[in-house]
Structure formats: C-alpha cells, structure tokens
C-alpha cells in the first residue's frame, strides 16, 4: 500500500490493488493515517517514553485514558492484573482507586524483578496494590489471586503478560470466571498483528497475538461480548480507538 499526503489539495490517496483519493482531514482519512502512525510509534517505541507518578508505564496514552473511562463507569472493587514489569500500570489502577474512594489492585508477574519490586512497595500507592509472583496460569496463583477477592465484589480483569496466543486464551479461561456482569477481561497488545511486517516486528504475530485468543474465546463463551466500549463523550464523528488493544475488550453480560 502507498500512502500520498497532499497537503496543498488537502487530500490524501491510498494506492495498491485500487486508488481511492479523499478529503485529508476526513474520518476515514484520520482512521488510515491513524493506523500508520501506531505502527510507526510501536516501532520507534513511543510507549517507552512515559511514566506514571515516577514508575515507567510503557502503554499507549490513548489506552490509558480509555481504560480509566471503563474503570470508572465499572468501578471495580478489585482490579487483576497480569504482567507488572516496572509497576507503572498498578501504580495508574491504584491511583484510580484512590480518586474514587473504592477498590484496589492485584498485580500477578512470573517474575517480579527486585528493583522493581523495591519502588513499587516504596510508592505512595502501594497500600491499594498486593502483588503475586509466580506464573499467571498456574493453579497455585490463580488460587492466590481467588483467595484475595470476596465473593460480592466488583472485579475487572486485565491481561498483559506473555502476549502469544496460546498463553492469552489460557489466561482467560483462567480467570474470566473471577469477571462480574458488566465488567469486563481486557486481552492487551492485540496492535501484534498489526506490526508483524514492521522492522522490529515478527512475522509468526500475523497470526499468534492476543486478539486471536480474544475472538476465539468470545466464539466459545456466549456469556462474553468482544466490543470495544462506547465513548462517555464524543462531539466527533469518529468512532474508533487509536490503539494498542485491538479486539481486547470482553465485557460480561450484565
């Protein structure tokens, strides 16, 4: 595909098996250069460029503000997360939390490096935040992460650990029964099989990535839509996420 910005016509065309000129600033135009600029930023690594309060969070920004807006219509009392790498993303849950006087954070990693481990029980947020080392789909942690949340609490479950397919949909049938009606299991970094092709990609993620996990898991489980959430606010005409977490969002019906 080749992509031509006019920015004197104020078009944009998009030439491969056909041609289709349009407006430059037009939805569809933003939604194609939008997809480009994802793949350009991952393979630059743009999301290693923020923090969260001091800890490195290494997400997209655009998907941590949706996800605060899901976080706080759910407000979960208890919010999983597998994957804790620097701490960045349990610092952000726990920090939600806090604001709105309710819920806290589980952090599961396989390995949970000391340095890391040292500044996260350090954060002013660490009180909101119990983490668990060991691997994400064992029995022993699973029970672990059960044996912390009672029985009529709220719980929002977000997966970002090891992203292959195969270990995405055993992550899910892990914990998805832990998910009440209306929340929701998240399957990040599905942006995989959007950047196989890109110098830093590989090509096996053109099809072992975790949004593979999260269509096939919605096929297998009628109970769970796979739909990204509605928007609270929108004055635009656009519709779709910039995102890394393509097909990710599994909500449970209410």
Same mark, same amino acid.
């Given at each position: ?24 600033? &037009?939805?569809?135009?933003?939604? !194609?250069?939008?997809? %480009?600029? =994802?793949?350009?930023?991952? #393979? ?98 699973? &029970?672990?992460?059960?044996?912390? !949340?009672?029985?009529? %609490?709220? =719980?929002?479950?977000?997966? #970002? ?94």
């Amino acid at each position: 595909m080749k992509l031509t910005i006019d920015t004197d016509n104020g078009t944009l065309t998009q030439s491969g098996v056909s041609e289709q000129t349009m407006d430059l600033y &037009s939805k569809d135009a933003f939604e !194609i250069l939008s997809r %480009e600029w =994802v793949r350009i930023g991952w #393979d630059q690594k743009y999301p290693y460029t923020f923090s969260w309060m001091g800890r490195p969070i290494i997400q997209l920004p655009e998907d941590l503000i949706r996800i605060q807006e899901v976080i706080y219509s759910v407000k979960p009392d208890v919010i999983v997360e597998t994957g804790v790498a620097h701490g960045g993303s349990l610092i952000f849950y726990a920090g939600l939390c806090k604001a709105m006087g309710r819920g806290r954070v589980i952090g599961v990693d396989v390995e949970i490096r000391p340095h890391n481990r040292t500044a996260i029980e350090a954060h002013e947020m660490f009180d909101a935040i119990t983490l668990i080392e060991g691997d994400s789909v064992s029995q022993e942690v699973v &029970s672990q992460v059960q044996s912390k !949340i009672k029985p009529d %609490e709220t =719980v929002l479950v977000i997966l #970002d650990s090891c992203h292959t397919k195969d270990h995405v949909a055993r992550e899910l049938e892990a914990y998805y029964s832990l998910v009440t009606p209306g929340s929701y299991v998240v399957a990040t970094d599905g942006v995989m099989r959007d950047v196989f092709d890109v110098p830093r990609g590989v090509p096996e993620w053109k099809n072992d990535h975790p949004a593979a996990a999260a269509e096939e898991f919605a096929a297998l489980h009628p109970e769970f839509c796979l739909k990204q959430p509605d928007w609270p606010f929108n004055e635009s005409e656009l519709s779709e996420n910039i995102t890394h977490w393509p097909s990710a969002w599994l909500q449970r019906a209410a």
